[in-house]
């Protein structure tokens, strides 16, 4: 089966199952709406929807553009600074592990609700699978070519593009497929504590209103992101490591 036929399947069966969980679970429709409902919602509410959906995207392409930046230099770094790994790896590890409740919490008390908080909550969220990716893949270049660019008198600059990046390449673009369907979650994620606009701020105001139909509207637009996310990794890394398959 193709992936298109998979997915085709996947979303079919998700409107059934969600068509007979209405009709025969008995749930009542605050906190199971129709399709149908959610979809009114989705088309009354469209200015609001659309307005949470661009603030969304913005700080997670924002948040998301810093942690390819920081990743890239960390891990690049580390190939020629090797102190830098040692130094950098407890603050990483440590970083990665801080429960978003208590950072939000911290965040909220040191900087308010502006933009910057809710950037470092997706920064974190990204940062660590592209690093981890990016060191295993240019950690994993073939040592002999390496030894013979060497030979040839090939400059840094000249190893690192012809031997340590195509070496890294397929690790950095497997890490896309998890970092930036995750930046939409950490954007929500830091939107439902940090901020008063966005998808974050549509769910708990969902819920403080008890209204499932716009709960179900901003997850479903939230879904429809993340998606589109990893497909754009798909597409482009197909793209980009076609010389692999030749």
């Known amino acids: 089966m193709s992936d298109r036929r ?6 079919v ?3 059934v199952i969600w068509l007979l969980a209405v009709r025969w679970s008995g749930l009542p429709p605050l906190t199971l709406p129709s399709p149908a409902k959610v979809g009114e919602v989705l088309w009354d509410e469209r200015s609001a929807m659309l307005e949470g959906t661009l603030s969304t995207l913005f700080t997670a392409l924002l948040g998301y553009a810093l942690a390819n930046v920081i990743a890239l230099s960390l891990a690049i770094g580390s ?3 090797r102190w830098l790994e040692a130094f950098s790896t407890p603050w990483v590890v440590v970083l990665k592990n801080i429960p978003f409740v ?3 919490s911290l965040l909220i008390i040191t900087m308010g609700s502006s933009l910057l908080p809710r950037l470092i909550i997706v920064v974190l969220v990204c940062f660590h699978p592209l690093l981890a990716n990016l060191n295993q893949g240019l950690k994993a270049a073939d040592r002999v070519l390496i030894d013979r660019m060497r030979t040839l008198h090939g400059s840094r600059w000249e190893i690192f593009r012809y031997v340590l990046w195509p070496s890294a390449l397929p690790y950095y673009l497997a890490a896309h497929e998890i970092a930036f369907t995750t930046s939409i979650v950490g954007a929500i994620v830091a939107e439902w504590f940090l901020s008063r606009q966005g998808l974050g701020h549509i769910l708990v105001q969902g819920m403080t209103e008890y209204r499932g139909d716009r709960i179900y509207a901003a997850t479903l637009i939230s879904s429809v992101l993340s998606f589109g996310a990893y497909w754009i990794c798909r597409a482009v890394g197909r793209h980009l490591t076609r010389w692999q398959r030749a």
């Open 6 to 11: 998979a997915y085709l399947l996947m979303l």
């Open 13 to 15: 069966s998700v409107a």
């Open 79 to 81: 190939v020629y600074l």
């Open 102 to 104: 208590a950072l939000a």
